[in-house]
């Protein structure tokens, strides 16, 4: 199983990055796709996820409004779209596959983790 993050980067209060997580080894349909941050000194923090079959989402109150979780089949890659980045969201971001779905928001759930990629807002 493979879990490949990318797209992270630096960008100015009031931008947008859109993250991209590409899978496998996974039976994508059996999985919620996730979408954890982790900044400084502070715990791995739930973002969204999407439940692969149906494309159900659901998102953390921080984000909400601002960040859109995606995915597309024929690339088996989940994407995270953020727009109007604060400064706050700064952190390293991590896809995550989590097969269960009973407590999408807790990091302990999930099978399987990709390397994290960097993003930093500046205001």
């Known amino acids: 199983v493979q879990l490949q993050a990318s797209g992270g980067g630096s960008v100015q209060a009031g931008g947008s990055l859109r993250l991209s997580c590409a899978a496998s080894g996974l039976t994508l349909n059996r999985y919620y796709m996730g979408w954890f941050r982790q900044a400084p000194g502070k715990v791995r923090e739930f973002v969204g996820t999407v439940r692969w079959s149906g494309g159900n989402t659901y998102y953390a109150d921080s984000v909400k409004g601002r960040f859109t979780v995606s995915r597309e089949n024929a690339k088996n890659t989940v994407y995270l779209e953020m727009n109007s980045l604060k400064p706050e969201d700064t952190a390293v971001y991590y896809c995550?596959?989590?097969?269960?779905?009973?407590?999408?928001?807790?990091?302990?759930?999930?099978?399987?983790w990709g390397q994290g990629t960097q993003v930093t807002v500046s205001s």
């Open positions: 995550a596959a989590d097969s269960v779905g009973r407590y999408l928001a807790r990091a302990y759930e999930y099978d399987y």
